[in-house]
């Protein structure tokens, strides 16, 4: 009988521990979890929703104009004509070459074809090359954001307005082009469902210190504006492989040879 | 007083007597005992030990799974809400959009580099170090640049191994591959120290 007292002895205490170390901290996280599991699945039900009103999918676009089976050379060759008046006309670029385009090659699902050539330019025409070579292929804002912007809106969307996602996905679905011409009225729009100080300073953070910044200040140009009137928009999915600057005659300028990929689905 | 001696006389306590003395309630307090800790394992302990979660009594054990349950539950639903936000997760448009963010801005690092080309220098002597040419393969992650060491001289090896450590301290090199330290003469009798470098990003 002391045996097994002493056996009942142990396992008391050992479960007596287990409160203390498993139990106690896992009822403190339990609330929590369960808030947030509560709050993902009103906003996927939300979403959900708001994903079956949406009209023409992204996918549709990307295949069509961003990711091609075939290149549409003549688009790529206009936009890059549009790029080369708009920063001649502002003297920041000279000597453009010719384009050459090599063959394809097979990478996975996808076709690239090295896509190069060279040009004069002074450092800022260069920084509006590679934002122009950058807004390549991207369609809405949420594709201009890096996972870990988009990550942060979210859960300030979490705390402080669960219902607002629907707000901010229309936000992060609105078409760059579109967006950059009227920035400001997108912007109120998304405030409008979130007042606290802090999203509002979390969103201009990411207003300021993302790519929308430049991809408004170029899709608001001159070359945003001949983009438009030219319906060349959305661009082919282009990625700088290889930049060579060689240190020009004049300050600030440099001879520019660059490489690039242009990607397609075949 | 009579002269007689004392003699105490203790009873013999054997082992056994004292067993035979001590089992009734050593028997006794062991029952009370285990009557107690089989009442506390069976009433008291789950009613100290659980607790009503989620509608349901749960100890230790059930509430360790039921945080690893919700934890994943989590976890999917969050998925399904960013592809809900993010159209296209885990596809190849997906994939190469995260690649562009990926890369490392080219003017950030030149304008580093050059920060630390113009910061390396002899005293209050001119400018030493300037870069001709720079070569950015963003698929490779690297950086290849080319220049000179010039306006200190003789001393031009010294300020262009300066110049490479001060380099191999900026946060973004990974690898910094040594240039060939050479002096060479001009002309006009100066020397001058030619470089080729090629980092490695992060």
Known sequence: MLFISAVLLTAHARAV???????????????????????????VEMGELHAMTRVGSQEERVNVFVLPTQPDFDRLMAIFDIFRDSLEREGLIADVSDITLDDPVQREDLVTRAVTMTFDAHQDGIEKFL????????????????????RILLERTEAENPAGITALEQFLSTDLLRYARDSHSYEQQLLRSFSSPEFVSTFQDTLRLSF???????????????????????????IVNDIRLETGGAPGWYAVNVEMDLYSRG | MSNSTKTNKRPSHSFGAIAQRGSMPLFIFSAVLLGTLTFSWYSLLPELTTVEVGGELRDAKSLKSYHASLTAQILVAQEQRNALILPMEGTAFRALTEKKHMQFPLFTLRTEIERVATTVRVEESKRAVYLSSMQYSLEFATVDFSGSVRNVGPRSMTVLAQFVEELRSLNFVDELKSPRFTREQKEDGSFYSPFHIQISLQ
């Open chain 1, 17 to 43: 521990m287990e409160v203390q170390d498993i139990s106690i901290p896992l009822v403190a996280d339990l609330p929590e979890l369960e808030r947030r599991l509560s709050v993902l699945t009103n906003q």
């Open chain 1, 212 to 238: 929308l910044r430049d991809a408004r200040r170029i899709l608001n140009s001159e070359i945003g504006r001949s983009i438009d009137r030219f319906d060349l928009w959305p661009f082919p999915f282009l």
């Open chain 1, 131 to 150: 934002s122009v070579m950058k807004l390549s292929g991207l369609l809405t804002i949420g594709d201009a954001l890096t996972a870990q912007e988009r």
